[in-house]
Nanobody
Framework: QVHLVESGGASVQAGGSLRLSCTSS????????MGWFRQAQAPGKEREGV??????????FYADSVKGRFTVSRDNAKNTVYLQMTSLKPEDTAMYYC???????????????????WGQGTQVTVSS
C-alpha cells in the first residue's frame, strides 16, 4: 500500500493549461498502471477514468474526451505521475484523483475497482 498525493489543481480560464502531479510515498511496481480519474460536483456524476499509464513501459491510455489535449507521463525516479492538461474546457471542471492498480500487467483504466490506493484529489476549475 502506498500513500498518493495529488497537486497542481487550480482555477483557470478556458483554453488554459495545468499540470497535475501525483507523488507516491513509496516505490510502485513497474508492471502497475497509474490512473487519473475525475469527478464533477454535480448530482449523478460518477467518477470517470481520464487517463492511465504503465509506470514501466510508459504505455498510456486516454478517454476520448481528453485525447489530444491531455498527456500522462511518469518520472519513476521521483515516484511521480503527471497529467499535463491543455486547451482546458469548462467541462473539464472536476476533482481529479490518481490511483494505483491492484494488479500487475493489466490496466482496466476505466474501472474504479481495478485500482486500490487513491489520493485525496485536487480540484480543477475551468471558467468560460
Amino acid at each position: 500500500q502506498v500513500h498518493l498525493v495529488e497537486s497542481g489543481g487550480a482555477s483557470v480560464q478556458a483554453g488554459g493549461s495545468l499540470r497535475l502531479s501525483c507523488t507516491s510515498s513509496g516505490y510502485i511496481d513497474s508492471r502497475r498502471c497509474m490512473g487519473w480519474f475525475r469527478q464533477a460536483q454535480a448530482p449523478g456524476k460518477e467518477r470517470e477514468g481520464v487517463a492511465a499509464i504503465f509506470t514501466g513501459s510508459g504505455i498510456s491510455f486516454y478517454a476520448d474526451s481528453v485525447k489530444g489535449r491531455f498527456t500522462v507521463s511518469r518520472d519513476n525516479a521521483k515516484n511521480t505521475v503527471y497529467l499535463q492538461m491543455t486547451s482546458l474546457k469548462p467541462e473539464d471542471t472536476a476533482m481529479y484523483y490518481c490511483a494505483t492498480s491492484k494488479s500487475n500487467d493489466a490496466c482496466i483504466w476505466t474501472k474504479e475497482n481495478f485500482f486500490g490506493d487513491w489520493g485525496q484529489g485536487t480540484q480543477v476549475t475551468v471558467s468560460s
